[in-house]
């Protein structure tokens, strides 16, 4: 449970009720629970989602959203974290209802690096993104990737 109290620079406020649920309902799968409520504001924002694990770092979810304006959207997904060791992981997600949503993306981790990319939004306004990050050292006079 939350409840925030927000007040800006430009000195408007915004105070927030959160209640959220998680439990393991079957195996290693889990329900989670979430209700938002604006206070002082009409409406109020929920989701249910079921996560089910699969394979190695795999998983799987589906669920329901519903925003301020009564909207539902039906939303499913699926990913696969990149191993620590090094490796390939992806996630790729679809939300239905009135405003569809897309994601997908895939990133790579190396001894010494990750690259990732990807993109996401809605109908006619997407975002594509891309990132390359690690660590370069300075020590004892050598410089060493990490």
């Known amino acids: 449970m939350g409840y925030f109290d927000i007040r800006a620079y430009d000195s408007t406020r915004t105070r927030l009720l959160n209640f959220s649920f998680s439990r393991q309902v079957w195996q290693d799968s889990s329900i989670y629970l979430a209700f938002n409520k604006e206070l002082g504001e009409n409406g109020y924002s929920a989701q249910i989602q079921f996560v089910m694990p699969f394979g190695t770092n795999g998983s799987i979810n589906a669920g ?13 997904g699926v990913s696969r974290t990149a191993p620590t060791d090094g490796g390939l992981g992806w996630n790729a997600a679809y939300g239905a209802g009135k405003n569809p949503y897309h994601q997908g993306s895939l990133n790579w981790r190396g001894p010494y690096a990750t690259l990732a990319g990807g993109t996401y939004g809605n109908e006619g306004n997407t975002t594509q993104w891309g990132e390359l990050s690690g660590s370069l050292i300075y020590m004892n006079g050598g410089l060493f990737p990490s």
Do not use: L
Not at 66 to 74: E, I, M
């Open 64 to 76: 329901v959203q519903r925003d301020n304006n009564g909207d539902y959207s039906p939303r499913v």
